[in-house]
T-cell receptor, first 111, second 117 residues
Framework: KNEVEQSPQNLTAQEGEFITINCSYS?????LHWLQQHPGGGIVSLFM???GKKKHGRLIATINIQEKHSSLHITASHPRDSAVYIC?????????????FGQGTILTVHP | ETGVTQTPRHLVMGMTNKKSLKCEQH?????MYWYKQSAKKPLELMFV???????ENNSVPSRFSPECPNSSHLFLHLHTLQPEDSALYLC????????????????FGPGTRLLVL
């Protein structure tokens, strides 16, 4: 079993819909990251969470440390949100940011 | 624009060629990373350099040879690759001073898409 599991693997939505992507993990972490990868390949860090909730524009990320679960929500989705969303874990113990990655969720938003 | 650049963006090479991938970061970071992303697989960490010293080698075959001449530059030297090495190779950097908690945001380059024939 992978340390990080994302669901769903593929998600299709209509513009304007509320979207939720889930991430479950099985190890202790110091932080959880949500990343966005566009079709060209570049990856952008959206959030780094160690507790609670963070919001940036239409994106909201939450984490429940006790349940080892995080969600990424997109409100009022738009075709430009189409991308791969990746959950990644920082497990600590290093002075640098070693990450363990989920397999990603492919999101397609249709106009 | 993340402050991390990679060249070339695309590379086609034969199995007997030698080539190098270059990564440069303009963020003043102390840690740099090489990742491999194959189709339908999660990102795989290959190497980590912290303060120009290699601190992680994730069981990468010796046909991949990293080099970090200074804190701003990272290279991945390639020789006698196999077709299964075809993938997207991503470089990233981070501050590298998280005090042992590993809580750092990584900044990724655009990647080099490699095809080995």
């Amino acid at each position: 079993k992978n340390e990080v599991e994302q669901s769903p693997q593929n998600l299709t939505a209509q513009e304007g819909e509320f979207i939720t992507i889930n991430c479950s993990y099985s190890v202790g972490i110091s932080a959880l990251h949500w990343l966005q990868q566009h079709p060209g390949g570049g990856i952008v860090s959206l959030f780094m969470l160690s507790s609670g909730k963070k919001k940036h524009g239409r994106l909201i990320a939450t984490i429940n440390i006790q349940e080892k679960h995080s969600s990424l929500h997109i409100t009022a989705s738009h075709p430009r949100d189409s991308a791969v969303y990746i959950c990644a874990l920082s497990v600590g113990g290093t002075s640098y940011g070693k990450l363990t990655f989920g397999q990603g969720t492919i999101l397609t938003v249709h106009p | 624009e993340t402050g991390v650049t990679q060249t070339p963006r695309h590379l086609v090479m034969g199995m007997t060629n030698k080539k190098s991938l270059k990564c440069e970061q303009h963020l003043g970071h102390n840690a740099m990373y090489w990742y491999k992303q194959s189709a339908k697989k999660p990102l795989e960490l290959m190497f980590v350099y912290s303060l120009e010293e290699r601190v992680e080698n994730n069981s990468v075959p010796s046909r991949f040879s990293p080099e970090c001449p200074n804190s701003s530059h990272l290279f991945l030297h390639l020789h006698t690759l196999q077709p299964e090495d075809s993938a997207l190779y991503l470089c990233a950097s981070s501050q590298g001073a998280s005090g042992g908690r590993g809580q750092e945001t990584q900044y990724f380059g655009p990647g080099t898409r490699l095809l080995v024939l």
